[in-house]
Structure formats: C-alpha cells, structure tokens
C-alpha cells in the first residue's frame, strides 16, 4: 500500500515568515495530490490539488504546492504566513481511488 | 463547494450500547463515502470505504462487526459502533468525493465519548 510521509510534526513561525511544509510519498503509478487545512475546531477544508498539468499549483489564501515527480515530493509553500494560517495541515494521496492520508503538520504562527 | 454533513456533532455513551453516526451528503450524490478515526495528534486513519447498495470495504485491523457500516442511499451512510468500549473514544470524520476529481469533501466530524 502507499504512505504519505509530513517530514515535520510542528512548525512554529512569526508571521511574514515564509513557510515550506514537506510532503513525499512512495506510490510508483499516476497520483492525485491534496493539501488539506483543518484550522482549530473547524472540518477539514481543501487547499489545492493536483491532478495532471503544470507542477506548480496554487491553491486559496496564498499557498502554493509544487510536484515533483522524480522525487515523490508535493510540498507546500506560502511566501508570507498571517497569524490566521495556524491550523493542522494534511498532505494526502489519492491512488487507484486509495486516498491516504500523511501525519499532518501543526503551524503555529506568532503574531 | 459540496457540504457533507454528520450527527451527532458530539455523543456520550455508556460502555455497551451501541452508537450510530450518520453522514450525508447536502448537495451531491455521492455512491462512495469513506470513514475516518482522528486520534489525538494523529492522522486520519482510513478506517473503511462505503459503497452505495453493497458491502463496505474495511481496512485491515478494523473489525466489520463492531463498526457496521450502511450506505443505505446515494446520500446518506452510517456507522454504527456496537458495544462500544472506552477505547472506541475518538473523532470520527465521513467524506465522499466528488467523482469527476476525486476531491473529498469531509464532514465536520463526531466526536464519541465512551464512559
């Protein structure tokens, strides 16, 4: 079965930090890949997704995704994070309609 | 977007009675639903796929006859967790995609105590 791996458990930043959250996966076939938000006592939420096409996609509120194929990677990227994007992040990958889900990523960002 | 909502929000139970959530899906068909368990600090852990007028599909280690799952409608599929047990306390979360893309859409999650 695939897996998804989120290289960090917490990340603490000040706000207009720029933000990378890293995101692999070990699935050697056609992928569908996700970033999903879940902020404090909310559902999780849709960040961006990638299907096929550019590599670099972007998603609401400022993030950004890019997939690299050769290195299994989808991480997230946002140039500059608000206070307002402390929340649990999720990276996901759907193969094969397997959706898997990584370990998530807690941000905390410092106002 | 699409909405997917779940009841109870939140379900306090004794130890040996049976607890069911149910999940729907407002706004969209959905023939497959899936079902999550979020421990604390955890992922979501898939804990099964629900498929519309069939059987659901569990994930290994999840046992099919302690938590009974139903895709009684094109929107509408339940969990039940029979003779649940202190351990069985988490959050349990639904999705279903949309089925051109395979985007999930989950709902706001249930949060069951066990005393």
């Known amino acids: 079965a695939q897996s998804v791996s989120q290289h960090n458990h917490h990340v603490i930043l000040s706000e207009a930090a720029s933000l990378e959250l890293g995101c692999n996966y070990s699935?050697?076939?056609?992928?569908?890949l996700f970033w999903y938000v879940q902020y404090p006592g909310q559902h999780l939420q849709l960040l961006l997704k990638?299907?096929?096409?550019?590599?670099l996609v972007k998603g609401i509120k400022g993030f950004e995704a890019e997939f690299i194929k050769s290195k299994f990677s989808f991480n997230l990227r946002k140039p500059s994070v608000q206070w307002s994007d402390t929340a649990e992040y999720f990276c996901?990958?759907?193969?094969?309609?397997?959706?898997?889900f990584g370990a998530g990523t807690r941000l905390t960002v410092k106002p | 977007g699409a909405v997917v909502s779940q009841h109870p929000s939140r379900v306090i139970c004794k130890s040996g009675t049976s607890v069911k959530i149910e999940c729907r899906s407002l706004?969209?068909?959905?023939?497959?639903m899936f079902w999550y368990r979020q421990f604390p600090k955890q992922s979501l852990m898939l804990m099964a796929t629900?498929?519309?007028?069939?059987?659901?599909?569990?994930e290994q280690g999840v046992e099919k006859d302690k938590f009974l799952i139903n895709h009684a409608s094109l929107t509408l599929s339940t969990l039940t967790v029979t003779s649940a047990h202190p351990e069985d306390s988490s959050f349990y979360i639904c999705?279903?995609?949309?089925?051109?893309?395979?985007?999930?859409?989950f709902g706001p999650g249930t949060r069951l105590t066990v005393l």
């Open positions: 706004d969209f068909q959905a023939t497959t």
């Open positions: 996901a990958v759907n193969a094969d309609n397997d959706m898997r």
């Open positions: 990638y299907f096929s096409g550019d590599p």
């Open positions: 629900s498929n519309e007028g069939s059987k659901a599909t569990y």
């Open positions: 699935y050697g076939g056609t992928v569908n």
């Open positions: 999705s279903a995609p949309q089925t051109l893309y395979n985007e999930q859409f």
